[in-house]
C-alpha cells in the first residue's frame, strides 16, 4: 500500500471537528491532534517539506498562530530563515500592517520589516486553507515590501470554500474537505 495514503488516512483521523465554533455556522477543523502523534508529525512536515512550493523558496512565513506550529519544523527541516505574521499588537519594531476578511468578522496581520528586508521569496505556511482571505493578506503584506510568493503550503484545505480560487499563486494542500 502506498505510504502516503496510510499517512493521509491518520492525518484525517487526527482532525476533529467542531460545529459552531468560534460562531454558529462554522465548522472548526482542530488539527492539534497531529501534535500527539509524533510520527505522523514527524511525517507531515517531511511531506509538506518536499513541496516545490517549499523547496523554491528562501524563507518561511509562518501565519499566527497555529501556522507557526507547522512552519517552526519545515524552516528546520529545511535550513530555511522563518518570518512570523502576527495579529493586532503582537509584535514590536517597524512593521508592515494589513486588515483582511475572515468567515466570522475582521482582522489583520504585522510582519516586522527587519524580519524580511535581506530577503527576496517566501513560501506562506498555515494549517489550514478555508475562503483564503489570511493567506491572500499574508501574500499582500510580501508584495506590498517588494517579495515574491513561492506559494502556500498547508496541511488541509476546506475545498468547498474555494479559498484556493482567490490567491493568485499556487496551493499545496495535505489534505482536502
Given at each position: 500500500?502506498?505510504?502516503?495514503?496510510i499517512i493521509l488516512e491518520e492525518l484525517q483521523n487526527l482532525i476533529f471537528s467542531y460545529p459552531d465554533f468560534p460562531k454558529k455556522g462554522i465548522i472548526f477543523k482542530d488539527l492539534l491532534g497531529i501534535l500527539q502523534d509524533p510520527e505522523i508529525f514527524r511525517d507531515l512536515i517531511n511531506k509538506m517539506s518536499e513541496?516545490?512550493?517549499?523547496?523554491?523558496?528562501?524563507?518561511?512565513?509562518?501565519?499566527?498562530?497555529?501556522?507557526?506550529?507547522?512552519g517552526s519544523p519545515l524552516a528546520m527541516v529545511t535550513s530555511k530563515?522563518?518570518?512570523?505574521?502576527?495579529?493586532?499588537?503582537?509584535?514590536?519594531g517597524e512593521l508592515i500592517t494589513a486588515e483582511y476578511e475572515l468567515e466570522y468578522g475582521k482582522s489583520s496581520l504585522s510582519i516586522q520589516k527587519d524580519a524580511i528586508k535581506n530577503l527576496d521569496n517566501f513560501a506562506i505556511v498555515d494549517d489550514l486553507l478555508a475562503t483564503g482571505g489570511t493567506a491572500k493578506c499574508a501574500s499582500s503584506l510580501l508584495k506590498k515590501a517588494g517579495k515574491i510568493v513561492?506559494?502556500?503550503s498547508v496541511v488541509c484545505e476546506i475545498e468547498k470554500l474555494f479559498g484556493g480560487q482567490n490567491l493568485d499563486f499556487p496551493v499545496d494542500s495535505q489534505l482536502k474537505f
Amino acid at each position: 500500500m502506498d505510504t502516503r495514503i496510510i499517512i493521509l488516512e491518520e492525518l484525517q483521523n487526527l482532525i476533529f471537528s467542531y460545529p459552531d465554533f468560534p460562531k454558529k455556522g462554522i465548522i472548526f477543523k482542530d488539527l492539534l491532534g497531529i501534535l500527539q502523534d509524533p510520527e505522523i508529525f514527524r511525517d507531515l512536515i517531511n511531506k509538506m517539506s518536499e513541496s516545490f512550493i517549499i523547496k523554491n523558496c528562501e524563507a518561511i512565513a509562518s501565519i499566527d498562530a497555529r501556522g507557526f506550529i507547522f512552519g517552526s519544523p519545515l524552516a528546520m527541516v529545511t535550513s530555511k530563515p522563518m518570518a512570523v505574521f502576527r495579529k493586532p499588537g503582537k509584535l514590536p519594531g517597524e512593521l508592515i500592517t494589513a486588515e483582511y476578511e475572515l468567515e466570522y468578522g475582521k482582522s489583520s496581520l504585522s510582519i516586522q520589516k527587519d524580519a524580511i528586508k535581506n530577503l527576496d521569496n517566501f513560501a506562506i505556511v498555515d494549517d489550514l486553507l478555508a475562503t483564503g482571505g489570511t493567506a491572500k493578506c499574508a501574500s499582500s503584506l510580501l508584495k506590498k515590501a517588494g517579495k515574491i510568493v513561492t506559494g502556500l503550503s498547508v496541511v488541509c484545505e476546506i475545498e468547498k470554500l474555494f479559498g484556493g480560487q482567490n490567491l493568485d499563486f499556487p496551493v499545496d494542500s495535505q489534505l482536502k474537505f
